[in-house]
């Protein structure tokens, strides 16, 4: 490829605009502790989407939303009627985020648009920067239900039922979500998309362990989560004997130590356990607990790891069943893994090290994400890439999420790059 | 010892007086599952005492009434300068309870009262029914608040301020039991008590496993609560590989573990374990634990066995803490263990022979109580004796608590027996 065009889109990249676009709309749910608390389609959220609008038609783009409130910001191409280079991330936040979790992608969506217009660049293809809605799942379940709903527009039905902690709606917040913006176009779901990169924050140690700034995603971790029911007998803490107890939580306890320890030995397969969330009852100092509850959350990039686990899983409750206490496992979620095409990869590849050598910072990595985005669902519907920078202790879902300022700067040329190679010409 | 007059009051006790009067209590507060919610100083726990009032004057008794509303229905004796014989329980049952927690022991204790009159018996010594305030401790905390307050006054004045679930301070819930029963005279804390026997379900399984129905109680267990937390460092279950994590869980079940394997080996001293209460944070499917607490009930008849266990933790923490993983351990209350005095136990071992040996059925065993007692508290005021009787499958606190009816017979016909022996002569 001959990378004049998006080598020279890169250098246009600002960073100066890059990190007040990033503080302009960290304002939108800002808090004391430098953290942002901005949940889907609540009003502060609705307020920063009305600034992203904004935003994005000062730099000359058309602005569209469709059914499930995704909003996506147009940079018109020399030939409209092919399928837009898609980018962006998400703008919404858990209850307590910080600035950079999806908000970065989105700024620096725009901030390559800002970049090739001040190239002068036209480019055949449109591109397209997308806020997609409810990434994080925290207000309304399940996650990604933006995205997820555009590829797959039936399940927007379901989505619509799902109800926050006060009892609303995410169907109604939807509705009033579309209702406050009657100046921006409706588009239709599962538009067709030439392709699609989302730049996001690691939220994992990898590339800070690595000293590296960028890294090139080589796909995301398949998941499964299970819910493991040990059942027990309630009684007297004082009164009744070792040999006469039916613990619930021994039994959970021993499972659990007996998946920590097959994790362990499988450490080289990459597998990651956590049992996160855990209910007994009665949860009383002197009761014997009469039932224990706990999840699993088990990851690997390779499904036969995860077979495996879920084969070893049935094994360890075989061994710690005991009379009158039964223990049940059930399946909560499941999800294949996902693989970028090489193609993709070896692009985004070329873009990170472009971006790296220029500062003298060698050559990016590869990994895996481990947290799901929203490309995650984009893989089923384009040619589909990610780029990481790192996240200071691999910290995020907090407050003290952190990137430094170059490393940001170095994820957005290397994105601008990307885009800038998918949209330019008609490949 | 003659025990002519003593088997003479044993021979009185009236078993359809008996049941009556197990039914006519477990009327306040009756449940459509056989249960009881009779929480201390509720509307119908003071209807309750009306109750018991009513019933202990109908039988001739001076009724009396302390400053931690004890209630205590007092049978004269030849001299009323002695100090009394002290017998009863508690009223008052857990939020879910049964028949015969507490309540058995009152009753049973106004039915020797009622046998002494039928038998036209007068003993040396008054004889003094005690319901005990909020032994429970599940509406106020601490449990046995009554007996404790009644042998040290000083800690009526902590105890006032204990509120409940709704905000109420035990000392004004106290205040309005008094107010409601103005009719009743005010007694002293902390009298002089010539002696106490206690009748009690045994609310484990130990004599319905041995099939014997009545248990001389040689003492209560000593008790040692602690609160364990083993921190961490939240993160996302998906980015973060098993390496880089600080999981407060995985800490928490390697300790937990430890701790059961301890006392499985230990099983020969019959040290109890309980690790009953657990608190997971965020406690997410999807984050890695930032920190667990735990409580552990750890119990035994022998204090050197809960010193080497405390040793025992304090190692097991050692090899478990890991860098950034502190793991605290503090203590929340400890008991030392009550041993009842011989010549008491001797008595009522003397009791329980005649009332077992009257119907054939062998010789009663000695056993430890599992569970704290108001006795517990009148071990370091006075002699004190407990008699056990069976509860099926060892379950209390639970509206499925049980005992058949020949078996509560028995413990009241060796309760008349001890107490009509302590009180008659002036000893």
């Known amino acids: ?32 502790d430098g953290g942002v608390s901005r949940q889907t389609l609540t009003p502060i959220d609705l307020a920063a989407r009305r600034h992203l609008i904004d935003r994005a038609r000062a ?32 703008a919404d936040t858990q209850p307590v985020g910080g600035k950079l979790d999806g908000a970065y992608g989105v700024i620096a969506g725009l901030e390559v648009i800002a970049a090739l217009n001040d190239a002068g660049i036209r480019t055949q293809r449109p591109i397209e920067v997308v806020a997609w809605t409810n990434e994080e799942g925290s207000r309304f379940g399940p996650g990604c239900m933006g995205s997820s709903a555009f590829v797959e527009p039936s399940r927007l039905e379901a989505f619509r039922a799902s109800t926050d902690g006060d009892g609303v709606r995410f169907g109604d917040a939807l509705d009033a979500a579309l209702g406050d913006v009657p100046d921006v176009p409706r588009l239709p779901m599962a538009r067709p ?18 000293n590296v700034p960028l890294g090139v995603v080589t796909g995301i971790q398949s998941v499964r989560w299970f819910r493991v029911t040990c059942m027990g007998q309630m009684a007297h803490a004082g009164t009744t004997p070792m040999d006469e107890r039916a613990d619930a939580m021994a039994r959970a306890v021993s499972l659990a130590h007996r998946l920590y320890a097959y994790v362990a030995a499988e450490a080289a397969t990459q597998l990651r356990l956590t049992l996160g969330r855990w209910l007994v009852a009665p949860n009383s100092v002197n009761t014997i ?38 223990i049940t496992v059930e399946g909560m979620f499941r999800q294949a893994p996902t693989h970028f095409p090489s193609s993709m990869q070896a692009l985004v590849e070329a873009a990170c090290t472009r ?73």
């Open 1 to 32: 490829m001959d990378d004049t065009v998006a080598a020279h889109a890169q250098d246009h990249v600002d960073d100066a605009r890059l990190q007040q676009a990033i503080a302009d709309l960290a304002a939108f749910g800002a808090r004391d």
């Open 59 to 90: 730099l000359g783009c058309e602005v569209g939303i469709d059914a499930c409130a995704n909003l996506f910001f147009r940079r018109p191409g020399l030939d409209d009627t092919l399928p837009p280079v898609l980018t962006g991330s998400h």
């Open 193 to 210: 998309m030439a392709s699609c990169v989302e730049l996001h924050i690691e939220q994992g140690p990898v590339l800070e362990r690595a």
């Open 289 to 326: 607990p009469g039932s224990v509850t706990f999840t699993i959350d088990a990851r690997c990039v390779d499904e036969a790891v995860l077979d495996r686990f879920e084969q070893a899983l049935h094994a360890a409750i075989a061994e710690v069943r005991a009379p009158r206490q039964d």
């Open 355 to 427: 971006a790296l050598q220029q500062r003298g910072l060698g050559t990016p990595i590869r990994l895996t994400s481990g947290a799901f985005h929203d490309s995650m669902y984009l893989a089923a519907h384009c040619p589909t890439a990610m780029i990481f920078v790192p996240s200071r202790g691999g910290i995020s879902h907090n407050a003290a999420e952190f990137t430094d300022a170059p490393s940001l700067l170095l994820g957005a040329r290397a994105l601008a790059y990307t885009v800038t190679a998918l949209a330019y010409a008609d490949r």
